[in-house]
């Protein structure tokens, strides 16, 4: 924890090279104060008409929520108009949104899950935001689809915010994961926890059980290594699943730990989204020493080739990922 009291717009722009020309920097200030705005309204579910749904089906054919409405809302309407970007895609939306004639475009290109752990909103329970930020490829055009499908290792900048017991945005641009805490009295975003690194030993792993059965033998064969019951070289872990990404990657970033959302056999690809969840989380994995993988490699190297493509996903402690990744590969060989 740091002692020093340093807000997220004094941080951000302390780090910011000096040829900087302030775009990306204004699009991190546009981001954390959309971060300000959906967490005060999740603050207040309980106690206005916000919860329940919608009724709207989204393009990943699940209901939502009016609080994913209202986030997705409000993170295009505070970035669609400043002529910091060029495109963006959010998991709400079946097409990528392009930046209105009207305005003028900037060079950087938004992905992002406005709301994310969609299931947990009635029930009280933390849920989050995903981004990531990219260059866009071509000066010349006005975001194209192109632009948007970049392999994760592209990323210039990622970040989530949780809203939990307290809001914590958690940002990376390539120089170390840094948390600022939201004090709700002043309103500001509060440097809380300066270069984050994954702790080791890791303390928690994190799946779903009740899916078990769908998995393939190497992907419970290292369940059960996870659990201790291969009688082998396994760190002791306690389990922990909220259900919503963004929290549980949050407690195994502070804790160590493993976050598996696995391929199924009917479903090879799993649930977890490439270009809103798994690659923003991957970058930031990555800045804090850990790794993130499809199973079969590195989650920073897949290219996507459609805007809602689904990836299976182990993130965490490096040493555990990397344990994923050879239980699954002695798998696909027969071993
Ligand atoms: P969402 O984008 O509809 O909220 O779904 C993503 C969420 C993740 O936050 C979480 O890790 C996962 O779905 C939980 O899924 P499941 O209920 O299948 O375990
Ligand atoms: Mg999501």
Same mark, same amino acid.
């Given at each position: 924890?740091?002692?020093?009291?340093?807000?997220?717009?004094?941080?951000?722009?302390?780090?910011?090279?000096?040829?900087?020309?302030?775009?990306?920097?204004?699009?991190?200030?546009?981001?954390?104060?959309?971060?300000?705005?959906?967490?005060?309204?999740?603050?207040?579910?309980?106690?206005?008409?916000?919860?329940?749904?919608?009724?709207?089906?989204?393009?990943?054919?699940?209901?939502?929520?009016?609080?994913?409405?209202?986030?997705?809302?409000?993170?295009?309407?505070?970035?669609?108009?400043?002529?910091?970007?060029?495109?963006?895609?959010?998991?709400?939306?079946?097409?990528?949104?392009?930046?209105?004639?009207?305005?003028?475009?900037?060079?950087?290109?938004?992905?992002?899950?406005?709301?994310?752990?969609?299931?947990?909103?009635?029930?009280?329970?933390?849920?989050?935001?995903?981004?990531?930020?990219?260059?866009?490829?071509?000066?010349?055009?006005?975001?194209?689809? +192109?632009?948007?499908?970049? /392999?994760?290792?592209?990323?210039?900048?990622? %970040? !989530?915010?949780?809203? $939990?017991?307290?809001? *914590? #945005?958690?940002?990376?641009?390539?120089?170390?994961?840094?948390?600022?805490?939201?004090?709700?009295?002043?309103?500001?975003?509060?440097?809380?926890?300066?270069?984050?690194?994954?702790?080791?030993?890791?303390?928690?792993?994190?799946?779903?059980?009740?899916?078990?059965?769908?998995?393939?033998?190497?992907?419970?064969?290292?369940?059960?290594?996870?659990?201790?019951?291969?009688?082998?070289?396994?760190?002791?872990?306690?389990?922990?699943?909220?259900?919503?990404?963004?929290?549980?990657?949050?407690?195994?970033?502070?804790?160590?730990?493993?976050?598996?959302?696995?391929?199924?056999?009917?479903?090879?690809?799993?649930?977890?989204?490439?270009?809103? +969840?798994?690659?923003?989380? /991957?970058?930031?994995?990555?800045?804090?020493? %850990? !790794?993130?993988?499809? $199973?079969?490699?590195? *989650? #920073?190297?897949?290219?996507?080739?459609?805007?809602?493509?689904?990836?299976?996903?182990?993130?965490?402690?490096?040493?555990?990922?990397?344990?994923?990744?050879?239980?699954?590969?002695?798998?696909?060989?027969?071993?």
């Amino acid at each position: 924890m740091s002692s020093k009291v340093e807000t997220i717009e004094r941080f951000i722009l302390d780090s910011q090279p000096d040829y900087a020309r302030g775009e990306f920097t204004n699009l991190l200030y546009d981001i954390a104060l959309a971060a300000k705005i959906i967490s005060h309204k999740t603050n207040r579910a309980g106690l206005t008409d916000i919860l329940g749904e919608v009724g709207a089906v989204n393009v990943q054919g699940e209901n939502q929520q009016k609080l994913d409405v209202y986030a997705d809302d409000v993170i295009f309407r505070m970035c669609d108009h400043t002529g910091r970007l060029c495109a963006m895609a959010s998991e709400e939306k079946e097409e990528m949104i392009a930046i209105p004639e009207q305005f003028k475009k900037g060079s950087y290109i938004l992905v992002y899950d406005p709301l994310d752990g969609s299931s947990n909103i009635d029930v009280n329970v933390s849920i989050g935001t995903v981004f990531g930020i990219y260059r866009c490829r071509d000066w010349e055009h006005r975001g194209r689809l +192109e632009d948007i499908l970049q /392999a994760p290792r592209r990323l210039v900048g990622a %970040g !989530y915010v949780l809203y $939990g017991a307290s809001t *914590i #945005l958690v940002y990376s641009t390539g120089n170390g994961v840094h948390g600022f805490t939201l004090n709700p009295e002043l309103g500001e975003f509060l440097l809380s926890h300066e270069y984050m690194r994954f702790p080791e030993p890791p303390t928690y792993y994190s799946v779903n059980h009740a899916y078990f059965e769908r998995w393939a033998p190497e992907t419970q064969e290292f369940l059960r290594w996870l659990q201790g019951r291969r009688g082998d070289d396994a760190p002791k872990l306690s389990s922990r699943y909220i259900g919503s990404l963004v929290a549980d990657f949050h407690r195994n970033l502070l804790r160590g730990g493993i976050f598996c959302y696995p391929g199924e056999l009917d479903k090879p690809n799993g649930k977890i989204r490439l270009l809103y +969840e798994a690659g923003p989380l /991957a970058f930031l994995a990555e800045q804090a020493g %850990g !790794y993130a993988s499809t $199973g079969t490699g590195s *989650i #920073l190297d897949v290219e996507p080739t459609e805007l809602h493509q689904r990836t299976p996903f182990f993130v965490g402690n490096r040493s555990l990922v990397y344990k994923a990744e050879s239980f699954i590969q002695a798998g696909k060989q027969g071993g």
